[in-house]
């Protein structure tokens, strides 16, 4: 019996299905969502309509998707390189770039780095501004300041620099891929996630843009377009 | 082909173009250990190192390199300091190769003009403390710990043996070495260097710190070592074909 091939994705919140499908808290998930405001304002029910889980049964393969709520570009560039390996000739590979303030940092106590995002834009007299209440706890009680200095100083004001870093790496790969008879896709969550039917438009009164039952519809048929 | 990639122990950095060095060292390619390498496994040889790399650049070229990689080749790469991290340079970046050099190796086509170019941060000066310490942790509350950078070695290592990983499957041996700045200090003083044996301001091998790099990484690939640092070679390699090397 021939095995099947694996449909990979990789990426943010955006191809994690979040809001909809919470397997990418990973072990014990289904006790983890329910801490979750937005899983308490959804419910169960939507798992499968995420647009992932759409095109590995559209094309009738293996599912294994890698992409994480809040995560960093670095980090999703890593996980894609730790599964080069695995991937077989007729696989194919889903990649979604996203938002560039995204950093994993050091933990201060734990020998490893821990993700964090950074909401941050600029306003139009220059100045920067970000969502407070989204930035993590560690980066300490003086993080608006850490986070401006590290903003202007390292990362810089504009993110588009640090985004094209990435998004050329995560190119290089895909593009390799393709030669190797992996059919890849670079999807940047940044330019193309605001065309697509957010969960707020769906359920009025519940603040979220990812993307509604629609909204993974649409975006799975307009993928099928460049997949076939 | 024989891949070299990593920072400036990898790179032609104060190889080529140092007249000082020119001087002290010459006939100075057929004594580095790439070359020598290249000659004992039979191989072309390409350098795609980059002076004062960061490890996330290092990554980068590899992954920009990853399709001309073929089965039978072998990739070495000469992982750097875990302090060195990426930053925006805006237009101050003054290390050696210029803008043009950086673009050129980072990138298939040149960023637009009114993008800064993003790389290790190591040739950005004049810098402040906290900026420094900022860059390193991406914080700078608390102060460089060996744990912030156990951290961020943790992480290097790791996504290092992805690409060993991924080498390994397609029949390319590959070597990674902490032999450029990732080992720190040590070898700088024990591994006949130009500032050891000549007293410059250079820190890079001198003919026979590259004979002695090429030994060790001989070795590593005669016993399909992935990766070999200063720790296990002290440990492991022959005493009687290398320097004594003074630990920490």
Not at chain 2, 94 to 97: A, V
């Given at each position: 019996m021939v095995e099947a091939n694996t449909f990979w994705f990789f990426g943010c919140s955006m191809t994690s299905g979040h809001g909809l499908n919470w397997e990418w808290l990973g072990d014990n998930y289904q006790e983890r969502k329910k801490s979750k405001e937005l899983w308490q304002q959804i419910g169960d029910g939507y798992e499968n309509t995420i647009f992932p889980k759409l095109l590995a049964d559209h094309f009738g393969m293996g599912y294994k998707n890698y992409a994480v709520s809040g995560q960093s570009n670095q980090t999703i560039l890593v996980q894609l390189s730790n599964c080069l390996h695995l991937m077989n000739e007729g696989d194919r590979v889903w990649v979604n770039s996203t938002w560039p303030m995204r950093f994993p940092i050091p933990h201060p106590e734990l020998d490893r780095l821990v993700e964090t995002m950074v909401p941050m834009w600029m306003n139009n007299d220059g100045s920067l501004d970000y969502q407070d209440e989204l930035i993590p706890p560690i980066w300490g009680e003086d993080r608006n300041e850490v986070i401006k200095l590290f903003i202007q100083k390292v990362a810089g004001a504009n993110s588009q620099p640090l985004q094209r870093v990435y998004k050329t790496a995560l190119y290089d790969i895909t593009l390799h891929l393709n030669k190797i008879g992996i059919k890849s896709f670079l999807w940047d969550a940044t330019e193309r996630a605001h065309h697509y039917q957010g969960i707020k438009h769906w359920k009025p009164g519940i603040e979220d843009a990812h993307p509604s039952p629609k909204g993974h519809k649409n975006i799975f048929n307009d993928v099928l377009k460049e997949f076939i | 082909m024989l891949w070299v990639f990593g920072d400036s122990f990898a790179g032609s950095h104060c190889r080529l173009d140092d007249e000082s060095r020119r001087e002290k060292e010459y006939p100075y390619l057929e004594y580095t250990w790439q070359y020598l390498l290249a000659q004992k496994y039979k191989q072309d040889f390409k350098i795609k190192g980059l002076g004062g790399a960061c490890n996330e650049d290092a990554f980068k070229i590899i992954t920009k390199y990853l399709h001309l990689i073929k089965p039978g080749d072998i990739v070495l790469t000469i992982l750097s300091s875990p302090n060195r991290q990426l930053e925006v340079t805006e237009d101050k970046h003054?290390?050696?190769?210029g803008l043009q050099h950086y673009s050129s190796i980072l990138y298939n086509e040149p960023p637009p003009e009114v993008h800064p170019l993003v790389t290790?941060?190591?040739?950005?000066?004049?810098?402040d403390e906290d900026t420094e310490a900022c860059r390193i942790?991406?914080?700078?509350?608390?102060?460089?710990?060996p744990k912030v950078r156990d951290a961020w070695l943790y992480w290097t290592l790791d996504y290092w043996q992805s690409f060993v990983n991924y080498f390994t499957s397609i029949g390319v041996r590959c070597v990674g070495s902490g032999f450029g700045a990732l080992s720190g200090d040590v070898h700088y003083d024990d591994w006949m260097t130009l500032h050891e044996s000549y007293s410059c301001d250079c820190k890079h091998f001198t003919r026979e710190g590259h004979k002695y790099n090429f030994i060790v990484l001989d070795h590593a690939l005669q016993n399909n070592l992935n990766y070999i640092d200063l720790k296990y070679i002290l440990q492991n390699y022959p005493k009687d074909k290398l320097p004594a090397l003074k630990t920490p």
């Open positions: - | 003054s290390f050696s190769g290790s941060h190591l040739g950005n000066r004049g810098v942790m991406r914080m700078y509350k608390y102060n460089i710990t």
